[in-house]
């Protein structure tokens, strides 16, 4: 019965100091006296919890601020060189050029190991090793249909059909890729031997509008 007394009036004390959450204000001896228990260590006063508390909760928000300055500041970077590259394939004057701008710029701008290209048909003067020209309706493609129609880049690593019809002989020296389709146009891969230089779940929006400004480019050469 004791038991269930001293159980009551913790709640009913708990629940009157809910309600008044400024009583410690006016007995400061009783605040600094109350101790709170911790998952490890000894007991600790009311004041100085209170102040672990805060100061965890500062640690963390800082740690996020950190993660969200490094974010920007990768965003801008990728930002200006996304501009940088329409730029560059904007200037030249064919289409052969237009994509060794691409090529170049993916191999060195965004630290690509290995860049590769599928177009659906030919472009004059150009027969470059990281080029293939496959028709739209070869089976060989069947398995980028959907990549395709969606439009939108995949990160990762690629299913074993796609990889080994983009990096041929070099396919096992690639552990992620950023696969950039373009209706109509053909593929754009980015390969790189660090597992974790792509992966599932990041951003595309970059990606995205990079096989846009090529596709674009190109079309200037149309016909």
Not at 27 to 35: E, G, H, Y
Not at 57 to 84: D, G, I, P
Not at 133 to 141: F, G, K, M, N, T
Not at 155 to 166: I, M, N, S, V
Request: aromatic share 6%.
């Amino acid at each position: 019965m004791s038991d269930t007394t001293e159980k009551l009036s913790a709640h009913e004390v708990a629940a009157w100091l809910r309600r008044h959450p400024k009583f410690l204000q006016q007995f400061p001896d009783l605040a600094i006296s109350m101790v709170v228990p911790r998952d490890n260590g000894p007991a600790a006063s009311l004041a100085s919890y209170q102040l672990e508390v805060l100061r965890d909760k500062n640690r963390e928000l800082s740690r996020r601020l950190q993660e969200l300055f490094a974010n920007a500041q990768e965003n801008e970077r990728l930002a200006v060189r996304t501009h940088q590259l329409t730029l560059a394939l904007m200037r030249q004057t064919t289409a052969a050029d237009t994509l060794r701008a691409m090529v170049a710029s993916l191999a060195e701008d965004f630290q690509g190991d290995l860049v590769r290209v599928v177009l659906f048909e030919p472009v004059a003067g150009l027969d470059d090793d990281w080029l293939q020209v496959i028709d739209e309706d070869d089976r060989r493609l069947a398995a980028f249909h959907d990549a395709l129609k969606d439009g939108e880049p995949i990160c990762g690593r690629l299913h074993p059909d796609k990889h080994a019809l983009l990096y041929g002989m070099r396919a096992e020296d690639v552990q992620s890729s950023a696969l950039l389709p373009m209706s109509g146009v053909g593929l754009v891969t980015v390969g790189s031997r660090d597992p974790n230089r792509f992966f599932p779940g990041m951003g595309t929006l970059f990606l995205r509008m990079m096989g846009e400004a090529l596709a674009v480019a190109l079309r200037r050469f149309d016909g």
